[in-house]
């Protein structure tokens, strides 16, 4: 009991880039906070005690209101608020973009673990191993029910939803273990679906990857699944007709039958292998792969998708 | 200086709505809306106590961080039944059935509302709902949060989640009939000379809120009839296993979902108007200003539902849409908390319960609409999002805010309800032990979120335990704050000394006639020839 008050909490670990601008932000929000509060409370107490009633039957001298005040303190909050806006959208956008070096981790979510898939070949169960000072980006999907993967110790958060892929990022600066929660109430299991950021340093991140023995690459596990999914028999190497090329795909420009013109990104090759009635470009000659894999699959389906780029090099992606 | 006469021995009437009638029948078939209101004040005390009893259970079971009391599935429906049954049960029908039946007729001259037998059965729809719904969590509950994800609730919850969206199904009925009821009234009843800006700023309120339980209702009712169709029929509407979408459900939930918040902290903003001017026995400051902002709020509610979506997969631009149209809905508010802290200056302050809640409710609300920011803000709500800051922020807006309003407009008119008065040291240091029991209660779940506990779990890691125990100590002291205005009321309905029709010299129609009220309120329609607050000359310049 006397531990628990001398480990009193005052702030999470500040372990990323992001992090530290994050908490300018809430920084300046939370004296904002403190000084209208603080402002407001002293107002009402000089008042409540200069004023107070002194007869019972006292009535003081009435006014209207005033407009110039009105007016002022209508402004100023705007103002503020427009302030804090700007600042906070840029934040925003900061965290949803992803700098194009950053090497990229996929992760399933699942009632109640997650699941995380290096290109390298590693797996993990509610762990992720991460080398620091290097941009992480992070693929995120569920097999059922929405999630929410978040560090409090790099300040992201995202929600993991099934049926499409998002995305969050992060540059670890400290070496250390974080919380991993789970942030979407998600069922039963919710508060154990909780995990371990174990950032390490480069070398020993290296070392990790090496000593994950048996793990092939992703795309290599892809190319496997494709072979006995049968994926082969139509999409050839020569290329049949109707059939659309995989070679050079990824991230190029496809045109759908509506017309519209996208970037073979990562959604576009899950909806394509998963939901071959949806728009993809092609006739619809391809059987639906719904509910005979999962979402890992799918994830090593598309490294191999990847992997068939003209110059095998990843592009950034467009969530 | 002008004075009011606060009358020195004040009798009873010998007649009034109270005892006009006697028998069961007298009360379970009235339509005068006095009866009404507390028909519901009866109900909503009733749900007021299981869902706080629910909140106890929870906060004791996190005094331990594996969990002091249950398996993590008991607490899960804790947590949704709470949920559910505060915002259906409690808080939405709270301020506008209780006291908005029995004030709004009265404070505009009128002997009912439009539609009396319509008003009592809003009160059997509700009971309908209730009964359903509480019917739902004894057989099992519900474990989806108030929230109702999708496909959480649709394909994987195995809680009756269908019989409980039934019963919240039903409530909006009883709130749209409610809120029709309040529209129409206020529009066609006020008495000769009621102009809309003579009314008091409680009606102002009511009007707006009755305006969203028309428009809002009816979309949560659509929403869950959709649940029951994927949950019953597998139609692929919310789960992407059956061609759904899940995103949409938080679309239709929240488009829903913020202007019910709204519902329930207006009607309090409407009773701390009153409790202000009553107890500064001044005309509020900035009357026509503190009246628009109400509409604001009600129109700007629905454009901002996707402030609970930024992290969702919701696309970047109706990010920033959704972000800035909720800064522009926190400007009336603020404008609100100036003016009443405004009405204050060279006013004439009494330290009676009503203005100690009225006084409260100022510190709280600010806290919690400043918090509020925080997580409008797109860049800050990203750490923020789904833990205790949340929590912690609307329960400071729902509890800080909503309830401290409505025990405050409880205990201003208990005596025009009752013609009793109450013990007023009781009754001070029950609001006292209410706002210190508040903070410590959910002061220490900012830390929490900001530390990044998430809300909605049943175990969390040791560090979080001192900030839990902290929080946890407060709701007990909370839950004995609540205790205590249902001793000290029950005493005062049978022993309560005479209160006279106007205990606390204040202006409006409610308090020119007699307490209790007689049965059709006023014996000739008034006729109105001044503003609301006209508590002397405007303008007077006084040394």
């Not at chain 2, 009912?112 to 099992?140: C, E, H, Q």
Request: with cysteine; proline share 7%; hydrophobic share 45%.
């Amino acid at each position: 009991m006397y531990m628990m008050w001398l480990n009193f909490p005052g702030q999470p670990p500040q372990a990323s880039t992001f992090s530290v601008e994050w908490d300018y932000l809430y920084y300046f929000l939370t004296a904002l906070t403190i000084f209208f509060s603080a402002l407001i409370f002293i107002v009402i107490f000089y008042f409540a005690i200069k004023y107070r009633r002194r007869d019972k039957n006292e009535v003081p001298p009435q006014n209207e209101g005033n407009l110039p005040l009105e007016l002022t303190w209508t402004i100023i909050p705007t103002l503020i608020c427009v302030f804090v806006f700007v600042w906070s959208a840029q934040l925003f956008i900061r965290a949803s973009s992803p700098p194009a070096s950053a090497t990229e981790i996929f992760v399933v979510g699942k009632q109640w673990m997650w699941k995380i898939q290096h290109p390298e070949g590693p797996r993990e169960i509610n762990q992720l191993h991460v080398p620091v000072h290097v941009p992480i980006k992070l693929t995120m999907t569920s097999e059922d029910v929405i999630h929410d993967f978040g560090v409090p110790a790099f300040r992201i958060k995202r929600d993991v939803v099934p049926g499409m892929y998002t995305t969050e990022w992060f540059e670890a600066t400290e070496t250390g273990q974080f919380h991993l929660f789970c942030d979407q109430f998600c069922g039963m299991g919710h508060s154990t679906m909780v995990g371990t950021i174990f950032v390490m340093s480069q070398e020993d991140y290296a070392r990790w990857l090496a000593s994950q023995l048996n793990s092939k690459p992703m795309f290599v596990s892809g190319e496997r699944l494709f072979q006995q999914l049968g994926c082969n028999t139509c999409h050839t190497p020569e290329g049949k007709t109707g059939v659309p090329p995989l070679e050079g795909l990824y991230g190029s420009e496809v045109k759908l039958q509506n017309g519209k013109t996208v970037v073979a990104d990562d959604a576009y090759l899950r909806e394509s292998i998963l939901g071959p009635e949806a728009i993809v470009g092609y006739p619809p000659t391809m059987p639906t792969y719904q509910g005979q894999m999962d979402e890992e699959d799918v994830l090593q389906l598309i490294a191999y998708v990847k992997s068939l780029g003209p110059s095998g090099e990843r592009k950034a992606t467009k969530q | 200086m002008s004075t009011v006469a606060v009358e020195a021995t004040p009798t009873l009437p010998e007649v009034h709505y109270l005892n006009a009638d006697y028998g069961w029948r007298s009360w379970l078939f009235t339509t005068d809306h006095k009866r009404i209101a507390w028909l519901y004040l009866f109900a909503i005390t009733g749900f007021f106590a299981v869902g706080g009893l629910m909140a106890t259970l929870m906060r004791l079971n996190l005094v331990e961080p594996q969990g002091l009391l249950m398996q993590p599935s008991s607490y899960d429906k804790l947590f949704s039944a709470h949920g559910l049954i505060m915002i259906f049960f409690f808080l939405a029908p709270s301020i506008p059935t209780v006291l908005g039946n029995f004030l709004i007729p009265i404070m505009i001259g009128a002997r009912d509302v439009a539609f009396p037998k319509l008003n009592l059965l809003s009160w059997y729809i509700f009971m309908t709902a209730g009964t359903v719904f509480m019917l739902a969590v004894i057989r099992g509950g519900v474990d989806t949060g108030w929230t109702f994800y999708t496909p959480l609730s649709t394909t994987y919850a195995n809680g009756h989640v269908l019989s409980a969206a039934v019963g919240i199904f039903i409530s909006g009925f009883s709130s749209i009939l409610t809120g029709l009821n309040f529209v129409v009234t206020i529009h066609k009843m006020r008495a000769p000379g009621m102009t809309w800006f003579r009314l008091p700023l409680f009606i102002w309120a009511l009007y707006a809120t009755s305006v969203i339980f028309i428009l809002a209702m009816p979309v949560i009712a659509i929403t869950l009839a959709l649940i029951a169709l994927e949950r019953v029929f597998h139609v692929g509407i919310f789960d992407p296993a059956l061609g759904g979408d899940p995103v949409l459900f938080q679309h239709l939930f929240w488009f829903f979902g913020h202007p019910e918040v709204y519902i329930l902290i207006l009607p309090s903003m409407g009773v701390m108007s009153e409790l202000v001017a009553a107890g500064c026995r001044k005309r509020i400051f900035g009357y026509s200003f503190v009246a628009f902002s109400s509409v604001a709020i009600a129109a700007i509610s629905f454009m901002v539902w996707g402030h609970h979506m930024f992290l969702s997969g919701q696309s970047l631009y109706a990010g920033f849409v959704f972000s800035a149209l909720t800064f522009a809905v926190a400007i009336p508010s603020a404008i609100k908390v100036f003016n009443w802290t405004a009405t204050m200056h060279k006013a004439s302050v009494s330290y009676d319960t009503p203005m100690l809640y009225a006084i409260g409710f100022i510190g709280l609300f600010t806290i919690g609409g400043l918090t509020g920011l925080f997580l409008g803000s797109l860049g800050t709500d990203i750490h923020l999002h789904d833990t205790y800051f949340v929590v912690a922020h609307f329960h400071y807006i729902m509890v800080g805010g909503a309830i401290m309003g409505y025990l405050g407009g409880l205990h201003l008119w208990w005596p025009k309800m009752t013609g009793k008065l109450y013990p007023e040291a009781w009754a001070r240091f029950a609001c006292l032990l209410i706002f210190a029991g508040f903070n410590l209660t959910f002061g220490p779940q900012f830390i929490l979120g900001y530390m990044g506990m998430p809300r909605r779990y049943s175990v969390y890691p040791p560090e979080f335990q001192v900030l839990n125990v902290m929080s946890s100590a407060g709701a007990s002291i909370l839950a004995l704050g609540y205790f205590i205005p249902l001793i000290y009321f029950t005493w005062s309905a049978f022993k309560g000394p005479i209160a006279g029709p106007n205990p606390w010299g204040a202006k409006g129609l409610e308090w020119t006639i007699p307490s209790p009220p007689p049965t059709n309120n006023f014996d000739e329609t008034p006729i109105v020839t001044e503003e609301a607050y006209a508590y002397g000359p405007q303008e007077a310049h006084v040394g």
